[in-house]
Each structure stands twice: as C-alpha cells, then as structure tokens.
C-alpha cells in the first residue's frame, strides 16, 4: 500500500511542477523537478521539451508567459494557421539562436543541483547500494520474469549468458527515436507532449508492469479538454483495444504462473499484440487531438519599439 501512495505522489508532484511552471514560477518548478527525478528517474524524459518551451518567443524579462486562450469550439485549422508562422523551421532556427536564455540556465542549474545534492546525499549514507539501485540498474536491467515488454522473451532465453553494456543498451534505441519524435511534434503543445511521452515510453520499455500505466493514466485529464475523440465509436474501440489485449496477456501470464503451463511463446505473441495496441491508442489520440500550444508569443522589446516608432 505504501508502494502505491508512494506512485501517487510522485504522480502528484509531477503536476506541481507543470502548475509551477506555466505559471512563471520557474525556481520552484526547477526544485520540484529535480525531487520528482531524483525519487523517479522516469520523468528525466521531460527534460527536453520544458528546455524547448522556455523560449524567449514566450518567456521574456519583466513578463509572464500567456497562456493560450481555448475554447472547445476553437477548430483544429485555426490553430494551425494562426501557429504556421512559430512552426517548423523558423522555430528550430529561433530554438538554436537563443538557445541559452536566464530561464533555461536556472532551470537547469537549479533542477540538477537539487538532483545532484539529494543523490549525493543518499549516496554518502548507502553507498554503491543506493547509487546501483536507484540509477545504474535501470540502465543495464535484465529482467527474465515474465512482464507486458515484448523484450522479456529474449532475456529469458539469454539470460544466463552475459549481455554486454551495448546489448542492454539498444533496446533504448527505438524508445529514444520514438522520445524524439514526439517531441519534435508537440513540444509546443506541452500537456500533449508530456502525455504522449509517458505512454510510448511505458509502451516501449524493456520491463512493463501494471503499476507503470499510472504514470501516463495521471495525465489524461490534461489532455481531455483538446481531444474530439467521442467515447461512441471510437473512445470505446480504444478502450476495448485495449484492455482486451492487457486481458489476454494475463490469461496467459495466469496459464504461466499459477498453472505451471509452457506457454513462454503465447505470453510473448500476446506483449507483441499488447504493444500494437498501445501503438493503436497512441496513433487514434493523436488524430483526435486538436493542436494547441501552451503559451501565446510575447511580442518582443524590439519590435514593439519599431511599431512605437
């Protein structure tokens, strides 16, 4: 039980930083980062887009971000249209121009300093224990007991034998790809992006256990007000996709476990039918959604003083 409340508060803290943040409380938001990282490592994935958003486009001295107003009634095209101009390739240009801005350094600064200082403090009274446990397990972890990944089959079959530092490594590889893609895409749509990242990122991970979909479960009320999905047809399709796939892969996980049945292979077949159906949900949210970026732009010094003139 503690566990879970345990789940439940990092879930929770998670939102404090998102509220600190949109709020311009940037230090606070920082610190609160950096606890949540340090007791999780998981949320370090939403490291890049906050460093992304924090763009003077919306972040600019003696101002406070401008959080976009929406309205459901707000059509998809509009949107687009009215963000064309802050999009693609001029936005990459304006990212890597003014790449180091106050914001961004505290952010960082303070964020790794309370990482840092936590991690260094419980290294002082643990040890190597505490470091392995917390950190370097979950980047070389080899888990042969069954679970919802579709790479336990593989360790299973190998897991006697020695994984070398590259093969327990690769499997980040299609996870970072698809990290990437995301955040490319919806970077500027924050509460979007972060949701979508935490599902693909359980979606794709090497070890999957239940407690895992609380991660991205918290964050769907964020998104619901931007989604045009309706619960008839296609809500329920994707509900049902599911959690029928979750379902068969239990019934063969129970055939595994409690009956002692060899059916390694079924319970692997059913993590591949598992992982297409989070790819299913995934593909169906996105099309659902209607893009809205966070923050509005400011209007810079520079030009207001050229209108002015």
């Given amino acids: 039980m503690s566990i879970i409340s345990c789940r439940y508060w990092i879930n929770s803290s998670d939102l404090f930083v998102f509220q600190f943040w949109i709020t311009d409380h940037i230090l606070q938001a920082a610190f609160w980062y950096g606890l949540v990282v340090h007791l999780r490592i998981y949320p370090i994935i939403y490291a890049l887009p906050i460093i992304i958003l924090l763009d003077p486009l919306y972040f600019q001295p003696g101002k406070k971000p401008t959080l976009v107003n ?43 300093s309370t990482f840092l200082m936590l991690t260094g403090l419980c290294f002082h009274l643990y040890g190597w224990e505490f470091l392995n446990g917390a950190l370097l397990y979950h980047l070389t972890r080899t888990d042969p007991r069954h679970n919802f990944s579709i790479y336990f089959y593989h360790i299973y079959l190998h897991y ?13 590889l299609p996870q970072f790809i698809v990290q990437l893609v995301l955040i490319s895409r919806f970077a500027l749509d924050l509460p979007f992006c972060l949701f979508l990242q935490t599902l693909a990122f359980v979606a794709f991970n090497k070890v999957i256990t239940a407690q895992y979909f609380v991660w991205f479960l918290c964050l769907l009320p964020l998104i619901f007000p931007w989604s045009n999905m309706k619960l008839k047809w296609k809500g329920v399709a994707c509900i049902s996709v599911w959690i029928g796939a979750q379902t068969h892969w239990l019934m063969w996980g129970y055939l595994l476990e409690f009956r002692g049945k060899n059916v390694f292979l079924q319970l692997w077949l059913a993590s591949l039918l598992f992982l297409a159906a989070n790819t299913f949900v995934i593909i169906n949210v996105i099309r659902s959604h209607v893009y809205c970026p966070l923050f509005r732009p400011l209007q810079s010094n520079s030009s207001k003083s050229v209108k002015d003139d």
Wanted: hydrophobic share 40%; proline share 0%.
């Fill in 70 to 112: 929406w309205s459901s009634s707000t059509s998809k095209s509009s949107w687009e249209t009215s963000y064309t101009k802050i999009t693609g390739l001029q936005y990459i240009c304006n990212f890597f121009s003014s790449l180091i801005t106050w914001r961004r350094v505290m952010f960082g600064f303070v964020s790794g």
């Fill in 160 to 172: 006697e034998d020695e994984f070398s530092i590259v093969e327990k490594l690769v499997s980040f």
